[in-house]
């Protein structure tokens, strides 16, 4: 079972007490966009084996939501940061880095 530590209060929580949000570090269209843009937005999203950031919400404790980096085959979770983060910090970063070096980053 997934385990994350929710950034906002501190607890180590099991998934059935989170609500899946998607994929984190998007660039979200809205009013005045092109159709393209927005069903791209709506639609088209990363499904990747390996390291992915999602959103996530602490639905049954804080109700805050929150950004998580994991890897989707082996459910290894790198860490955990505040959803008003614009990019992964430096420390979740290096530590993909020390268990995947061949990893490339947000793309």
């Given at each position: 079972m997934l385990t994350l530590t929710c950034p906002c209060c501190g607890m180590t929580v099991e998934e059935t007490e989170l609500a899946p949000g998607g994929e984190a570090h998007l660039k979200r269209f809205g009013p005045g966009s092109s159709d393209a843009e927005f069903e791209g937005y709506l639609f088209a999203r990363k499904n990747p084996r390996g390291v992915h950031f999602e959103?996530?919400?602490h639905a049954y404790g804080c109700g805050k939501w929150f950004l998580a980096a994991r890897c989707t085959a082996t459910l290894e979770v790198f860490g955990t940061y505040p959803a008003q983060t614009t990019e992964p910090p430096a420390s979740i970063v290096a530590a993909i880095k020390?268990?995947?070096?061949?990893?490339?980053g947000l793309k």
């Open positions: 959103r996530w919400r020390a268990r995947r070096p061949d990893w490339e």
